[in-house]
């Protein structure tokens, strides 16, 4: 099977949810989100290890990071954050071979009935309505 995270930046940037794309890294948001504006921030490079960083990857991570935050405030001024990598398949990466760090957006009660009862996440935006939204707050 192929790293979903090496093909996404081979498509195009409405196809695969990309909201910006660096040297090194690319953001691009969860299909699977935790939240509504859960963003990846992916090495383009196929490593999984935290240690095997680079300089480049690593400063471009932290600006991404910091334009996230931006970014995401830009839509609710109320908004606080998850940020945080899942190294190793234990640590709970779902793709572990691929560097990835999570933003995950949280609001004041954004946990309800469903994902307890339902098993389910209730998202109340469709993803390419999101990342329209958030392309147009990214900072330039």
């Known amino acids: 099977m192929k790293c979903p995270f090496c093909h ?3 498509l195009s940037d409405e196809e695969s949810l990309i909201l910006a794309r660096g040297e ?3 953001v691009v948001l969860n299909r699977y989100p935790y939240n509504p504006g859960h963003l990846l921030i992916c090495t383009y490079r196929h490593m999984g290890e935290y240690l095997d960083l680079n ?9 991404f990071t ?3 935050i931006r970014a995401l405030r830009g839509i609710s001024s109320n908004v606080n954050f998850n940020i945080g990598i899942n190294l190793g398949r234990i640590a709970g990466a779902g793709i572990p071979e691929h560097f990835h760090q999570h933003i995950v957006p949280r609001w004041q009660g954004d ?3 469903m994902p307890v009862i339902g098993g389910t996440k209730v998202l109340s935006q469709m993803l390419d309505e999101t990342r329209e939204i958030l392309v147009n707050l990214w900072p330039k």
């Open 8 to 10: 996404i930046p081979s």
């Open 24 to 26: 090194f890294t690319y």
């Open 55 to 63: 300089a480049g990857e690593l400063n471009e991570i932290s600006s």
């Open 66 to 68: 910091k334009d996230a």
């Open 111 to 113: 946990s309800n009935f």
